[in-house]
C-alpha cells in the first residue's frame, strides 16, 4: 500500500459548511486521504467557500492566488473549490484560475470519489448539479472512529422564501428535509462514539418535514424523538424563519429538558417597509410577539439574531425602527452586517444606499448590540450554569466549554476532562467568554 495521500480543507461560511467539510474529508478517506492541517503539504486542497456577501466570495479567489506558488512547486497538487461560489460561479472558477482542478456545488458531494479519480487521470472536474438522491446517503458512512463532545447534523437543506437579499434559494436549491429515520440513525451513531451535545442544522431548520413513521415529522417531532436517545445530553438547532416557528416547537422549548434555551432567529430589520421589500412575510410586530410566546414557554430563553443595514431604500427612519426592535426584544447574541448585492437576487437590481451611511448605521447597530449582548453576558454572573467542557482554555490549566446558553465558560481544569457536563458558578464575565468555579 502507497503513503496516504494527504487532504487539506478549508470552510469558509456557515455551519452546514463545517458539517460537509467533515463528510467530504470522509468520503474521501475512501480515497486513501487523511487529513492535513496545513496546505503546505497536501496532495489536495479543497477550498469549502461561501457566497452569502461579496467579501465572502472575493476571498475565495485571493486564497487561489495564495495556492499558485505551491502549484507551481508541486504540480501534481490538486485544487479544488467546493460550496456555494461553487454553485454559483460554476465554470467561471477554472476560468479565471485554470490551475482549479475540480469544482463541485453542495449537493454532489456524494460525487467527489469518481471525481478524485478523474482528476487524478488528469482531467478536470465540474458538478454543480442538483441531483434526486439525498447526498449524504450515497456518501460514505461516518467511520468509526470517537469524536468530540459536540457535532453538527444536517437535517435539512436548501430554502423556498426567496428573500429579496439572498443567494441560498440559488446555492442550495428547494428545500429538502432529510428523512426522520436516517437523520436518528446517524445521531445514534454519534452518540455512540462520544458525542453528547447534537446541533440540528438547516438553511431554514425549523421547516424541517422528513418523512417518518406515522407521516412527516415537524423538527419538534423529530427533537422529542432524539431527546429520547440515551448518552444524548443537548440539542440544538439554527437556523430558524420566524413564520416557521410553530406552536409545537415553542412549545418543546418550555418541555424538552435537553432542547438548550438558545434561539436563533434572524429578523434582519425593524421596518415594516423594509422587511416587506425583503420578501420576509412578517412584521416587526409579529415577530416580537412570537419572541414573546417563546419567552413565555422559556423564560430564560437567549434569543440570537442576523440584522441586515443598507438594504436598498432604508432610510434612516427605518433604521432607527430596527434599533427600537433591537431594544425591544434583548438579544444574547447577534450577527450584523452590511447589505451587500448578490448577482441573481432581486435586491440586487435596485438603487442601494450610499456605502458611508451604511457603515455609519452597521457601528451604531453594532454598538447597541454588543452592550445587549454585554448586558446579557454580565448579568450570569453569580448564577449556576451547566458546561459541557470541550477543550484547553486559552489559558495554561483551564478547561472551557458552553453553557446551556452557549456562552464560553472558563474553568480551572483540575478534575475535568472533555466531554464532561458539570455544574459551574459564574464569578466573572470578560469580553468574549464567562470564567466560573465548579460547585
Ligand atoms: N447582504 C448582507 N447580509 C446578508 N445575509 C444574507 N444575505 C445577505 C446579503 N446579500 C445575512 C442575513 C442572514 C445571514 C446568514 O447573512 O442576515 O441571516
Ligand atoms: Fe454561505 Fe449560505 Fe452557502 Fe452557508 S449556505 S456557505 S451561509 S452561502
Redesign the pocket.
Known amino acids: 500500500m502507497g503513503e496516504a495521500k494527504k487532504l487539506f480543507i478549508k470552510t469558509y461560511g456557515?455551519q452546514m459548511n463545517v458539517y460537509d467539510s467533515e463528510r467530504m474529508a470522509e468520503a474521501l478517506g475512501g480515497q486513501g486521504y487523511v487529513a492535513t492541517d496545513t496546505p503546505d503539504d497536501a496532495d489536495m486542497i479543497l477550498l469549502n467557500t461561501c457566497h452569502?456577501?461579496e467579501k465572502a466570495a472575493e476571498k475565495v479567489y485571493s486564497e487561489l492566488g495564495r495556492f499558485k506558488p505551491l502549484k507551481a512547486e508541486r504540480p501534481d497538487l490538486k485544487i479544488g473549490v467546493a460550496g456555494c461560489v461553487a454553485q454559483a460561479e460554476g465554470e467561471e472558477i477554472m476560468r479565471r484560475q485554470p490551475m482549479v482542478d475540480l469544482v463541485v456545488g453542495p449537493q454532489s458531494y456524494h460525487r467527489l470519489p469518481q471525481m478524485e479519480t478523474a482528476v487524478q487521470g488528469g482531467a478536470k472536474a465540474l458538478d454543480t448539479e442538483f441531483p434526486e438522491e439525498d447526498k449524504f446517503e450515497h456518501l460514505k458512512a461516518r467511520p468509526k472512529a470517537s469524536r468530540g463532545p459536540t457535532a453538527f447534523l444536517t437535517v435539512q437543506e436548501g430554502c423556498d422564501k426567496f428573500?429579496a437579499?439572498?443567494?441560498?434559494p440559488y446555492t442550495r436549491g428547494a428545500e429538502v428535509s432529510r428523512p426522520a429515520s436516517r437523520v436518528m440513525a446517524e445521531a445514534r451513531d454519534l452518540v455512540e462514539r462520544g458525542v453528547r451535545e447534537i446541533t440540528l442544522l438547516g438553511q431554514n431548520v425549523n421547516a424541517y418535514h422528513g418523512e417518518g413513521e406515522g407521516g412527516d415529522w415537524s423538527l419538534a417531532r423529530l427533537i422529542r424523538e432524539l431527546a429520547e436517545i440515551d448518552g444524548l445530553e443537548r440539542i440544538r438547532f439554527t437556523?430558524s424563519h420566524p413564520n416557521d416557528m410553530d406552536d409545537d416547537l415553542i412549545a418543546a422549548h418550555g418541555e424538552v429538558e435537553k432542547l438548550m434555551p438558545y434561539l436563533h432567529l434572524?429578523v434582519?430589520a425593524g421596518s415594516d417597509r423594509i422587511l416587506k421589500a425583503m420578501n420576509r412575510k412578517h412584521t416587526a410586530e409579529s415577530y416580537i410577539r412570537l419572541i414573546e410566546r417563546i419567552r413565555a414557554a422559556r423564560p430564560d430563553i437567549l434569543i440570537s439574531g442576523?440584522?441586515?443595514v443598507g438594504f436598498p431604500g432604508e432610510t434612516e427612519e427605518d433604521f432607527q425602527q430596527t434599533l427600537s426592535l433591537v431594544e425591544q426584544v434583548r438579544y444574547g447574541q447577534c450577527?450584523?452586517?452590511?447589505?451587500?448585492?448578490?448577482p441573481g437576487?432581486p435586491?440586487a437590481e435596485r438603487a442601494h444606499v450610499d456605502e458611508a451611511e451604511k457603515d455609519d448605521r452597521l457601528r451604531r447597530l453594532q454598538a447597541l448590540l454588543t452592550r445587549q449582548q454585554r448586558e446579557v453576558q454580565d448579568a450570569m454572573v453569580g448564577r449556576e450554569v451547566k458546561v459541557l467542557f470541550e477543550k484547553p482554555g486559552r489559558m495554561p490549566g483551564q478547561m472551557v466549554g458552553k453553557s446551556e446558553y452557549l456562552h464560553s465558560v472558563h474553568v480551572a481544569a483540575e478534575g475535568l476532562a472533555r466531554g464532561d457536563l458539570r455544574q459551574v458558578r459564574i464569578t466573572e464575565s470578560a469580553p468574549n467568554s464567562l470564567g466560573g468555579v465548579l460547585v
Open positions: 456557515c452569502i456577501r428573500c437579499f439572498c443567494v441560498v437556523t434572524p434582519q442576523d440584522f441586515i450577527f450584523s452586517f452590511k447589505y451587500s448585492p448578490r437576487t435586491a
